[in-house]
């Protein structure tokens, strides 16, 4: 592969040594092989195969089939030498009813994953739930009932045994804001239910997990790996009268509802009141809180777009762009879906028609670090998906991607300068791949994926990200 210097010019901004330049995939939307070696139906697959809710009726039966292709997938991420590899466990794969036994196939599997990274030379950075929960368990209440915190601690510790001698850095959950509140809210994610109070009692829940998760992996993990959770955090603008109270409700729902158990040990007193006709919160238990608050070694910021809301007169059509993966729905935002309504955004937009601000990103890290100083942060997520043409010669040439990833990278920079401890960048995706409830219809990969015959081509982002990764100065 060329990375060649002619191919692009510096353009001064140097990262500093040290820093992270990693990429990131998900189990569910990269694995295929979804009926093999043991692994049973997750709320996902159960959700794409229910008419009418993912586009096309794409399901993950094979998405980029790296189930089978994990080597030679390793391989890429060695050409283009990746400092570290952020990917998900797949829960079904290892218990696939969610409690009881484990399959050692599915262990196996994230093991040789594991080595053959170190092998590499590429740090594995292992998510424990990117949202493949075990359909057994969605049967029995899913994340709006307690005891699939307790199934979590369990699977957990299993992993924390098997891999938590090699596994760099543990991540409990990625962006428990869309589990909660897409999934058991507006339904727009599996499991696809559209109970406010389950949204609000997962939310918990997810909070529990984390904690008891972070507990179980430090138990069970031999090495010294770092631990982290991964949030959606939503960047807000605000509109007209009341601006700032629209603005300070859906803060306290989608940002503080994670940061301020997780981070403080304590839930936003605004939050509770919002949604007190809701619910009165009342499965939170005495301990739940401490459990909750355990020391993490970095914060995942995962960021693509910001969001604008105003208070919503109760009288004219309710605007509802909230400019990232609730567009369209309704009830995402339990006691405020009433309140608060999300205005489109002005533009240039991705093919997600999500809003291009990198700016956003530069906010958010300064704001981050004035919330919580101590706290090293790392971008976990950051991409776009364009509609790619394949040139006649077969290449990828994305200039768009390229030229988002280059000004979110300048963003954070900018960040940097100004006192932010960002140790590391993970683009989304290394793979183009199941996009949810997009199927395969949005491509985020710096590498293409033919997804008739599965062949990979890196794209020109790919290339520039490559040389980036190899020097640790931006290129133009
Ligand atoms: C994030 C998800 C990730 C991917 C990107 C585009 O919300 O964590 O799986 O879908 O959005």
Redesign the pocket.
């Known amino acids: 592969m060329s990375t060649g210097n002619a191919d692009f010019r510096d353009s001064g901004l140097v990262f500093p040594e040290g820093f992270t330049f990693g990429s990131?995939t998900?189990s569910y939307?990269v694995e295929g092989a979804a009926a093999e070696d043991g692994r049973l139906p997750s709320i996902w697959d159960t959700f794409s195969k229910t008419p009418g809710k993912v586009w096309n009726g794409d399901t993950g039966d094979v998405a980029c089939d790296h189930y089978h292709r994990w080597e030679s997938d390793l391989d890429l991420m060695a050409e283009l030498g990746l400092d570290a590899y952020r990917f998900s466990i797949a829960w079904p794969r290892v218990i696939p009813t969610g409690t009881g036994a484990v399959d050692q196939r599915g262990v196996d599997f994230y093991s040789r994953l594991v080595d053959g990274l170190l092998e590499r030379g590429i740090r594995p950075v292992a998510t424990l739930y990117?949202?493949d929960l075990p359909q057994t368990l969605e049967d029995a209440g899913g994340w709006a009932a307690r005891e699939t915190v307790d199934a979590f601690a369990t699977y957990a510790e299993v992993m924390g045994r098997a891999l938590g001698n090699r596994v760099h850095t543990w991540t409990t959950l990625?962006?428990p804001w869309?589990s909660a509140y897409l999934g058991y809210g507006q339904g727009g994610h599996a499991p696809g239910r559209h109970e406010p109070a389950a949204a609000l009692a997962a939310v918990h829940h997810l909070n529990l997990a984390h904690g008891r998760a972070v507990q179980a992996l430090r138990a069970t993990s031999a090495g010294d790996p770092e631990y982290s959770v991964?949030l959606?955090f939503h960047v807000l603008r605000g509109e007209g009268e009341g601006a700032g109270e629209a603005m300070r409700r859906i803060d306290a729902l989608a940002n503080r509802a994670f940061t301020g158990p997780m981070l403080r040990g304590e839930y936003p007193a605004d939050l509770l009141e919002d949604t007190a006709s809701v619910t009165d919160w009342s499965f939170i238990r005495d301990g739940d809180l401490a459990d909750i608050h355990q020391p993490i070694d970095v914060l995942g910021v995962?960021y693509?777009s910001t969001a604008t809301v105003r208070m919503w007169d109760g009288v004219s059509p309710k605007q509802q762009n909230d400019g990232?993966?609730a567009a369209g729905g309704g009830t995402a935002w339990p006691g405020s879906n009433e309140v608060v309504e999300f205005v489109q955004q002005p533009g240039p937009y991705t093919a997600?028609g999500w809003n291009i601000a990198p700016e956003g990103l530069e906010e958010l890290l300064l704001s981050l670090r004035e919330q919580f100083p101590d706290q090293p942060l790392m971008v976990t997520?950051n991409?776009a998906?364009f509609d790619d043409v394949v040139a006649a010669d077969g290449s990828v040439p994305d200039p768009d991607r390229l030229d988002y990833l280059r000004r979110h990278f300048t963003a954070a920079h900018r960040a940097m300068t100004q006192g932010v401890d960002l140790r590391g960048y993970f683009v989304?995706?290394l793979l183009d791949n199941f996009?949810?409830g997009y199927g395969y219809a949005?491509r985020?990969g710096i590498v293409r994926v033919d997804f008739d015959t599965l062949e990979r081509t890196v794209k020109d982002s790919g290339r520039w990200y490559a040389r980036l990764a190899a020097t640790g100065i931006l290129p133009e």
């Open positions: 990131a998900a939307q990117h949202w990625n962006e869309c991964t959606n995962n693509y990232h993966k997600m997520e991409g998906a989304w995706s996009e949810w949005k985020f």
